[in-house]
Structure formats: structure tokens, C-alpha cells
């Protein structure tokens, strides 16, 4: 399994192993949407297992409260520049719970398209109450062909 990141992410250059530092939203107040965008590569042999970590979130609130009840999305749309071969599904989601919260065994990755994602399944999607971060996962197949992925998402800390 293999973890590969988003132009939402920067290295660490003074590390002796590369890891990444995510570069997040910066959701402070209630009642703005606010969107990121992201660019992400799938390279040859992304394969069952193999996480792409598209967008971070820093929520800013561990818990709810009567001030605060996390951050909702508004949007999420995936682009794909081409079919990256071998019949690669993904699961959409986050990391925290909700694995597949915009898709599970998607074949998005298959051919050229969008995947502008049902305001339906947005709005039955969790509440983030805690750092996680939007990702892809592989769950069969293995690309053959490097292909660029893009989107964004438009998301807005809920007060009641």
C-alpha cells in the first residue's frame, strides 16, 4: 500500500524520508463557502490499497457545540484527464469513517470525465468534526497509464 499525495500537500525537504505536510483549508468562520482546489497525479502501478490524499481538513473543532457543528460540503467534483488503464475502481471518502461518502468502487478513473457528485449524496455525507482528509483509494485494478486528476470542493463550517 502506497500513500501518494495533492498540490494540497508539500513535502519536507529537511526529513530524511520524504513526508508531506498538508497544506489545509482555513475554515474560521461560520456561514462562508470556502473551496480548494486540487491537482493530483495517479502514476503507473496505483493499485488495490493505494491511497491519493486529495484535500486536508484542519476543522478547528474537535467536538460540537452550540456555536459550532463542523464542516459540510456544498461541492465535490473529480475530473479525469483520461482512462489510466487496468480497470481501476476507487472508494471516495475520507479517511475518518467515511470511506466511501462519494463513492465506493467508482470507475471515475476509467475515462475522461467528471464526476460532479449528487447534491443528494452531499448533503447525506458527514459532518467533519475532526482533521481528516478527502482521499481516493484503490479498491482493484492496477494503472497503467499516468494520468493527471483535478477538482475541487466547496465547503462551509455549519453553526445551528
Given at each position: 500500500m502506497a500513500t501518494y499525495y495533492s498540490s494540497n500537500y508539500?513535502?519536507?525537504?529537511?526529513?530524511?524520508?520524504?513526508?508531506?505536510e498538508p497544506i489545509p483549508i482555513p475554515?474560521?468562520?461560520?456561514?462562508?463557502?470556502?473551496?480548494?482546489?486540487?491537482?493530483?497525479?495517479?502514476?503507473?502501478?496505483?493499485?488495490?490499497?493505494?491511497?491519493?490524499k486529495l484535500v486536508p481538513y484542519q476543522t478547528a473543532c474537535q467536538t460540537a457545540s452550540p456555536q459550532i457543528q463542523g464542516i459540510r460540503h456544498q461541492r465535490?467534483?473529480?475530473t479525469n484527464a483520461g482512462d489510466v488503464g487496468g480497470s481501476v475502481t476507487a472508494n471516495f471518502g475520507f479517511?475518518?469513517?467515511?470511506?466511501?461518502?462519494?463513492?465506493a468502487a467508482l470507475t471515475t478513473l476509467q475515462s475522461a470525465t467528471t464526476l460532479d457528485v449528487a447534491i443528494a449524496t452531499i448533503q447525506?455525507?458527514?459532518?467533519?468534526?475532526?482533521?481528516?482528509?478527502?482521499?481516493?483509494v484503490a479498491t482493484a485494478g492496477t494503472s497503467t497509464t499516468?494520468?493527471?486528476?483535478?477538482?475541487f470542493v466547496q465547503a462551509f463550517m455549519q453553526a445551528p
Open positions: 508539500k513535502p519536507l525537504l529537511t526529513s530524511a524520508t520524504t513526508r508531506y475554515m474560521e468562520r461560520a456561514g462562508i463557502v470556502y473551496t480548494a482546489w486540487f491537482t493530483a497525479t495517479i502514476p503507473v502501478g496505483f493499485t488495490t490499497g493505494d491511497i491519493m465535490v467534483v473529480l479517511v475518518t469513517g467515511s470511506a466511501t461518502a462519494y463513492g447525506a455525507g458527514p459532518v467533519l468534526l475532526v482533521n481528516d482528509d478527502l482521499q481516493l499516468l494520468r493527471v486528476i483535478t477538482g
